[in-house]
Every structure is written in structure tokens, then in C-alpha cells.
């Protein structure tokens, strides 16, 4: 039954769809401001965009606007309005550093105006599917009785055009009080013919490269292996199946990408392979740094209660951090839970190299009183320092694949988001060989030589 519904989980998620052919839906929404898309775009790239179906209640003001930014930080002329609507600004106060389009719908004049400001996109081409754009405003057409429609196209032909541009949808009544409205919008992005965003174009060469150093890892680890084999323990098999499934993660990735830029939209066989190698990996990465962590078939042959305990915690909370990381890659920017599931997994995701923390104190803890006794301080003293540094070592790794990465990914320019994936997986890659280093079956090991009696290995006494 469990794996029914896993199964089921998976085929639900590919039905959201990951692609750059957006249809965005909503009826009887609410929401002040929405997000509709970002993408970056480089010279000869455009944006489409087709609004139909729209309905509302009340004509207070209703538009989109189109916000050019050089990161991806969250733009700096929309964190000023959440109090406030954007279509509303007095365009005399607004700085001249801001860079945006504004339509707005004139529902009794049949016509959307829009503004530009900024000196980077007074030059922007602006089209609709029938013509280019006049000065200030394009044709908003009654399809029927109340129910408006309009499109228009943004090309990008200079470089100082290029950036990476956010899509927002304002209802500015909704300030003031609830006002529904219905409203379906079509969106096509593309870079020439490359359907990915302009700092994604690396990535499938990126993944790739990755998925190939990760395969040669687990050759050289099966080499050692092979050499040592009377040193091999359980758990450096289960490195090697986290290297293999390192590699098949990445190279699902990589062809995932493919498509994404070929077709605008994802293969499902791919992407259902992609995220079962993903969490696969997930999973078997964490068992592995909790086995090494509290010492299983090194310093004692048996896990302890607690030890099994962080288990019973680890592997539910890595399946449902891997479930909102699917989902919200998934999800399109516009849905209400792109956020919510966005949050769930950064916070999971933090608790769950939190915990694996615990074993690795437990150990050190363990390895302290263990080394005062006569004719083993020696050995338990090696060890004790190599599971101080295993433990820094974990640190570093949380904070800077969570934290320093992240940081990079918002300040460097849209062009070079790919970096955030590049120092992720090398960091990752490193790690990967430090771990194999530091915990290869070899017998001049610190951490495999004379391994402690039952009786000195039973943490629950610790």
C-alpha cells in the first residue's frame, strides 16, 4: 500500500508540470499582488504574454506589471509596495533606478495604458500578436459580456535591454477590501531558441559534468574497495550506492534540462526517474553520515536505542523534505503553494542535518571516556580528533551549501545563477571525498584500527 501511494504522489506531481509554456488559471482569487513568472533574458529573447477570461467585481485597478532586475533578489521596486499598489505610484517620486512596464486595464475606454520607466527600457519593443504597440497603450478586446482579453509581446534586441524580468499581476482594490476576479494567462519564454531562463542555460552541461565525476568517484571507490577488501564493512557499500545514485540523479537531470530547453516543457519519464534518483540519494546520504556518525561497524557493531531512534526521525522527515522540494519546483510561481511548500523545506531540510549532528556528539562524547582507558588512549585519541573533524567538516558543509550558496545566488548577476548549482554540487563532490578519504577501508585507518570491546561500545550508557 505504501508504495501505491508513493506511486501516486509521483503521478500527481507530474501533472503540475515544470515548463516555460506557462497556462496560469484563477478563478475567485483574491490576492493583491501575484507572481506570475521571472526569466532572464538575453538579446534576441522574448516574453509572450496572453491575458483571457478576465472578470472582476470591482473596477478599482487591475494590471500587470513587468519589473527588470540584474539578480535574483527579490526586486527592489516590489518589496516597497506591500502595503501599497504599484499601479497606483506617482510616477514624478518614483527613483530613476527603478526599471519596470506598467499596463493598466481602462476597462471604459476599451485600451490598456502602459508606462515605462527607466532609461534601460524606454527602447523595450512591445507588440501584440497583430502589430506593434503604440506610444501609450494597446487594445484591451470584450471577447463577451464583461470578459476582457489582451496580449502583447516584450523582445529584447540591445544588451542594455538584457536582465532578468519578473511578471506581476496587481489588483489594487484588493488594498482596500476583497475583490475576486477571474483571469487565465498564457506565457511563453524563450532565449533565441532556448526555452531556459538565461542563467539556467549551463545547467544541463553543468549536471552532466557532475553525473560524470560522480560516476568516476564511484569507480575509483570500487578500485579501493577491491583492495582492501579485508577491511570492507557494510557501510562503504552503501557509499558506493550513493555515488551510483549521485550519478544517475545528475544524469536524469541533465537530459531533464535537455528537453526543458528544446520543447519548453519537461519529458515525464525523465523527470519521474530524476526525482526518484534524487530522493533516493537524499535518503542514502543521510543513513550513510548517521551510520559513520555513531560509529556502526567501526567503533561498535550494534546501534543503540537512540541511535535507531534518529532513524525513526531522519528517514520520514527526508521523504517529506524531498516531497516539498518536488513540489515546489513544480509548482508554477503563481501558485499559492509554491511559497508554503518552498518553507517546508528549507525548514525540514535544516532540522534534518540538525539531528545528524547528534550521533556524531554521542560518538565524540563516547570517544573521550574510552580514550582515558590504559593501552587504548592512544587509538581512541586518533579517533576522537578524526570525529572532531568529521564534525566540523558536517558544519561547514550545512552552512555553505545552505547558506553562503544562497547568498551567492542572489547577489551575482542573472546571467550566473548557474553558479549557485555549480558550488553546490562541487561542495557536495569534496565532501563526497572527504568522507571516502578520511572513512576508506584501509588498514592504517585511525577510525578502523582496534575496534572497542561491546562493553565499551554501548553508548546508551554515555
Request: proline fraction near 3%; glycine fraction near 6%; charge should be negative.
Amino acid at each position: 500500500m505504501s508504495v501505491y501511494r508513493v506511486a501516486v504522489v509521483f503521478c500527481l506531481l507530474m501533472l503540475i508540470g515544470e515548463c516555460r509554456i506557462h497556462k496560469l488559471t484563477f478563478e475567485g482569487d483574491t490576492r493583491r499582488q501575484i507572481g506570475l513568472t521571472t526569466f532572464g533574458l538575453l538579446k534576441g529573447g522574448r516574453i509572450n504574454v496572453n491575458v483571457t477570461r478576465f472578470q472582476y467585481q470591482n473596477d478599482v485597478g487591475f494590471g500587470i506589471s513587468l519589473d527588470k532586475a540584474k539578480s535574483e533578489g527579490v526586486s527592489a521596486y516590489m518589496e516597497n509596495h506591500n502595503e501599497k499598489c504599484a499601479l497606483k505610484d506617482d510616477l514624478s517620486k518614483v527613483p530613476e533606478s527603478y526599471s519596470t512596464i506598467r499596463f493598466i486595464m481602462d476597462f471604459h475606454r476599451g485600451r490598456v495604458n502602459f508606462t515605462r520607466l527607466g532609461d534601460d527600457l524606454h527602447t523595450l519593443l512591445l507588440a501584440t500578436s497583430k502589430e506593434q504597440i503604440g506610444n501609450d497603450s494597446l487594445p484591451l478586446l470584450e471577447e463577451a459580456p464583461k470578459k476582457y482579453s489582451f496580449d502583447f509581446q516584450v523582445s529584447v534586441d540591445h544588451d542594455d535591454e538584457e536582465g532578468l524580468y519578473n511578471l506581476f499581476f496587481h489588483n489594487c482594490y484588493g488594498y482596500e477590501s476583497v475583490s475576486a476576479f477571474n483571469l487565465t494567462v498564457h506565457i511563453e519564454e524563450k532565449n533565441g531558441e532556448n526555452y531556459l531562463s538565461a542563467g539556467e542555460m549551463p545547467l544541463p552541461y553543468l549536471y552532466g559534468t557532475f553525473s560524470a565525476l560522480s560516476f568516476c568517484l564511484a569507480m575509483v571507490w570500487i578500485v579501493v574497495l577491491r583492495r582492501h577488501r579485508e577491511s570492507v564493512f557494510k557501510i562503504h557499500y552503501l557509499m558506493l550506492g550513493l555515488l551510483f545514485a549521485k550519478t544517475l540523479s545528475m544524469m536524469f537531470h541533465a537530459v531533464n534540462y535537455h528537453f526543458i530547453a528544446l520543447e519548453g516543457k519537461h519529458e515525464a519519464a525523465w523527470a519521474i526517474l530524476y526525482y526518484i534518483t534524487h530522493l533516493l540519494r537524499g535518503i542514502l546520504l543521510f543513513i550513510a553520515i548517521v551510520l559513520i556518525g555513531a560509529g556502526w561497524n567501526f567503533i561498535k557493531h550494534v546501534l543503540s536505542t537512540r541511535d535507531k531512534k534518529i532513524f525513526a526521525i531522519i528517514l520520514p522527515l527526508q521523504v517529506l523534505a524531498n516531497v516539498a522540494s518536488i513540489i515546489f519546483e513544480e509548482s508554477e510561481e503563481s501558485d499559492p503553494r509554491y511559497t508554503t511548500w518552498k518553507e517546508i523545506f528549507v525548514l525540514v531540510d535544516l532540522i534534518c542535518y540538525g539531528v545528524i549532528l547528534f550521533p556524531v556528539v554521542w560518538s565524540i562524547r563516547h570517544l573521550q571516556q574510552a580514550s582515558k582507558v590504559d593501552g587504548k588512549a592512544a587509538t581512541n585519541l586518533e579517533k576522537l580528533r578524526l570525529f572532531r573533524l568529521f564534525y566540523v567538516v558536517i558544519v561547514c558543509f550545512i552552512y555553505f551549501t545552505r547558506i553562503i550558496v544562497y547568498l551567492l545566488k542572489i547577489t551575482v548577476p542573472f546571467k550566473y545563477s548557474w553558479m549557485e548549482e555549480f558550488f553546490r554540487e562541487t561542495a557536495t563532490l569534496f565532501f563526497f571525498i572527504y568522507v571516502g578519504y578520511s572513512f576508506r577501508p584501509a588498514s592504517d585507518n585511525p577510525y578502523l584500527r582496534l575496534p572497542l570491546s561491546d562493553d565499551e561500545a554501548d553508548m546508551d550508557d554515555v
